[in-house]
C-alpha cells in the first residue's frame, strides 16, 4: 500500500460521567482521530490516546500533534508498505513518543485489513470472535456513591469491577465493597499513588481476594514493585511501568508483577502490543487490555487486540455509552452481560460517523506529500 494522505481530526468530547483517579477529575476529553487514505481512496482510522497533560506520561496532545505533523505523518506519505509491521520499524529511530506513533500505525493496520478483506482482529491473528470486559470505576466522595455505581455495574453483566484508589481512599473503602459484595471479580488501580513506605496499608488489601492491584508504585520503578510482590499476596499488575517490550521483560525477569495489563497507544502500538502478548505468554503471564478513555475508533482496537490468545483476563473496553452521550462510530461499542462481539466486518468493523463527529470537532489537519519531513539530522 501507498499512503496518500494522513487526516488529523482534533475533537473535544463531554464525558456523560466525571472520571476521577488520584491523578484529579475529568469531564472532557481531547482525542484526535488519525485517517490514513491509500491511492485508491480506502481508508484506516487510528486514535490517539495521549492525555491534555503530561500526567499519565510524558506525552501531552500538543505535544502528540507536533509529532505526527512534524516527522510520523511524513516518514509514511508515499511509502511502499506492504505489512504493517513496517511502520514500527520505520518509526524505530525515533525515541520514545509512543502514542504519536501508535496512532498512525494504528490507522494503517485498519487499512491493511480493509485492502486484505478480513477483520482488524484476524490481521492480528486473534481468534476470538467476542472479548470479556469489565468496567473501570473513578473516585467517588463517597463509598455510597461508588457502591450504587458497583451495582448499576453488577446489573448490566460486567465481568469485573475496577475502582481506583489512593491513599485515604483505599482500605476501609475495599472493606466497605467486599461486605456488600464479597464474591465479585474486584481488582484496585492506583495510578502510582503510593510508595514503599505505604507497605502495611497495601498488605492490608491482602485480606479482600483482589484479582490485582494495578500500578501502586510509580511507573519506572521495578525494582520496588518486585519488592513490593514479594511482600504482598495480592498479584501486582503494571500498567504505566510497561511502556515497551524491554520493559515488559525485565519486568518479568525481576518478578516486578504477575500479571500486565497492556495499553497499544502506551506500548507504541498493535505491532509492539502482539510482540509482548508473545512474551507474557511464553512466561505464563496473563494480560488484559487496559482502557484510556477512548472513543470508539480506539475502542474498537482495543477489542481487536483482545482476541488474541493470552488475553485471559477481562479489559476495560466497557460500552460507548458508559463514556460517550454519542460516540462517533456506527454501530457503538456495545457491551452485553459483560461481552463484546466482534464485528465480522473488514477493519475495525464500524464505520466513522463524520456526521456524529462535527458535533465535536474544533480542527482538521491534513498531512501529504508536501509535508516534508522536518529535521535538522538525515540521512
Excluded at 70 to 83: A, C, M, N
Excluded at 230 to 254: G, H, N, Q, R
Amino acid at each position: 500500500m501507498k499512503i496518500k494522505e494522513i487526516k488529523l481530526y482534533q475533537l473535544l468530547m463531554d464525558m456523560r460521567n466525571p472520571f476521577t483517579t488520584s491523578f484529579g477529575t475529568q469531564q472532557k476529553r481531547f482525542i484526535t482521530i488519525v485517517e490514513a487514505i491509500d491511492e485508491d481512496g480506502t481508508s484506516g482510522f487510528g486514535e490517539c490516546v495521549s492525555g491534555e497533560d503530561p500526567l499519565y506520561s510524558e506525552e501531552f496532545m500538543d505535544s502528540t500533534l507536533i509529532a505526527l505533523k512534524k516527522y510520523f505523518g511524513p516518514l509514511v506519505i508515499g511509502k511502499e508498505i506492504s505489512h504493517p509491521d513496517e511502520v514500527w520499524e520505520i518509526y524505530k529511530p525515533f525515541k520514545r513518543n509512543n502514542m504519536a506513533k501508535a496512532c498512525i500505525e494504528g490507522a494503517v493496520w485498519d487499512l491493511y485489513a480493509k485492502q486484505k478483506g478480513i477483520t482488524l482482529a484476524e490481521a492480528l491473528g486473534g481468534k476470538k470472535t467476542s472479548v470479556d470486559v469489565g468496567v473501570s470505576l473513578g473516585i467517588e466522595d463517597t463509598d455510597e456513591a461508588l457502591l450504587e455505581k458497583i451495582d448499576e455495574k453488577v446489573k448490566e453483566g460486567y465481568k469485573r469491577i475496577k475502582v481506583k484508589i489512593k491513599p485515604g481512599r483505599d482500605v476501609d473503602m475495599i472493606k466497605n465493597i467486599r461486605e456488600v459484595y464479597p464474591d465479585i471479580p474486584l481488582m484496585v488501580d492506583a495510578n502510582s499513588a503510593y510508595t514503599l513506605d505505604d507497605i502495611e496499608t497495601l498488605k492490608a488489601l491482602d485480606e479482600f481476594n483482589l484479582m490485582m492491584i494495578e500500578q501502586p508504585l510509580m511507573a519506572g520503578d521495578l525494582i520496588d514493585h518486585a519488592k513490593l510482590q514479594k511482600e504482598i499476596k495480592t498479584p501486582v499488575c503494571l500498567d504505566e511501568s510497561i511502556d515497551s517490550y524491554e520493559a515488559a521483560a525485565a519486568a518479568i525477569e525481576m518478578g516486578s508483577c504477575q500479571i500486565i495489563n497492556v495499553k497499544v497507544g502506551r506500548v507504541g502500538g498493535l505491532t509492539q502490543s502482539i510482540k509482548i502478548h508473545d512474551l507474557a505468554e511464553k512466561h505464563n503471564i496473563p494480560l488484559w487490555c487496559g482502557g484510556m478513555l477512548e472513543a470508539g475508533v480506539g475502542r474498537l482496537h482495543n477489542v481487536a487486540i483482545t482476541s488474541l490468545s493470552n488475553f485471559t483476563l477481562p479489559g476495560d473496553t466497557a460500552s460507548s455509552s458508559r463514556y460517550w452521550f454519542e460516540d462517533i462510530i456506527t454501530p457503538e461499542v456495545v457491551a452485553e452481560n459483560g461481552t463484546v462481539t466482534i464485528s465480522d466486518k473488514p477493519g475495525i468493523g464500524a464505520e466513522v460517523d463524520f456526521d456524529k463527529m462535527k458535533q465535536y470537532l474544533v480542527k482538521t489537519e491534513t498531512i501529504t506529500a508536501d509535508d516534508q519531513l522536518d529535521m535538522i539530522m538525515h540521512n
